[in-house]
């Protein structure tokens, strides 16, 4: 009720991007799942219906239960990739569990629990079948995409750029001009609260850029200052303006203060130009 009241508070004042945030945001999730071992030479590879549905089961299970949970938004696609912004530090986690041998045995462990041999017609399909990471990002009405590879970082201000196997979504467009002392709005998986169509919706205010910020030894410089409220989860989420228009996104969260930072239109949208200007970024386009 409290986002819905939102929602029609928005549309009355005369914001009517809502759209515009909801077709370029992106539920990022980690998680284990069931696949097909291409390298595994089976002696009987015959599979029954039943055994599939016991499978897609224990698959479906485990993506409920996803090991990361945060925010990104499209900033570039072509006919066949789309580009997401997150931050770099979810980008290291899912770099740390796609890759990680802790996280592969992990996996082994899980399968091994998850599936016994006797609850199958064909007993060999526990070998057939192992349990792998996987990364997908969910559009804001809940399709979802799987992420290929993480194509670009930026360490110094926080900002990843990750890869989807397909096209989809409306990029964003960036503010030109600071967004001091300007209306902001979000939508943001904040504390890993996502459901497909109904993504909070929060409205704040973007204060001056900080000069400076230490956290966890990372020193970032030149970020907005947000009176925007949120928790883990949020992280790469973009902030916009009355307009639309990005004016940055979120990094980092002073829970205790109601407050939130993150990088401005102007370091992110520098920093994507230069990933373009790569043999990498050569097939993309940002939007102007």
């Known amino acids: 009720m409290k986002y819905l009241l939102l929602f029609l508070t928005l549309t009355l004042l005369g914001f009517d991007n809502i759209k515009t945030m909801q077709d370029s945001f992106g539920f990022i999730k980690a998680y284990f799942a069931i696949q097909y071992d291409e390298n595994y030479a089976c002696k009987n590879c015959m599979i029954f219906p039943r055994d599939m549905e016991i499978l897609e089961k224990i698959s479906e299970e485990f993506s409920k239960s996803p090991y990361i949970k945060s925010s990104s938004f499209v900033v570039a696609k072509n006919e066949n990739k789309t580009l997401v912004s997150t931050s770099m530090h979810v980008c290291e986690s899912l770099q740390e569990f796609t890759q990680e041998k802790r996280f592969k045995t992990l996996a082994d462990r899980l399968m091994a629990e998850a599936v016994k041999s006797d609850l199958f017609l064909n007993s060999e399909i526990v070998k057939i079948y192992r349990l792998v990471p996987k990364m997908s990002v969910q559009e804001f009405e809940g399709k979802l995409h799987y992420l290929t590879q993480v194509k670009h970082t930026d360490t110094d201000n926080d900002i990843c750029l990750v890869e989807s196997e397909d096209a989809w979504g409306t990029p964003v467009k960036f503010a030109k001009s600071p967004c001091y002392y300007e209306k902001i709005y979000n939508i943001s998986a904040s504390g890993g609260q996502y459901d497909k169509g109904t993504v909070a919706l929060r409205e704040g205010i973007c204060n001056h850029t900080v000069d400076e910020v230490v956290v966890e030894d990372k020193i970032f410089r030149y970020h907005h200052l947000y009176t925007l409220s949120v928790l883990p989860g949020a992280s790469g989420s973009a902030v916009f303006n009355k307009k639309g228009e ?26 994507y130009y230069n990933f373009l200007q790569t043999r990498q970024g050569s097939s993309y386009v940002l939007s102007e």
């Open 246 to 271: 990005v004016c940055g996104n979120i990094n980092i969260s002073y829970q205790k203060l109601g407050l939130s930072l993150g990088a401005t239109s102007r370091i992110i949208s520098s920093s």
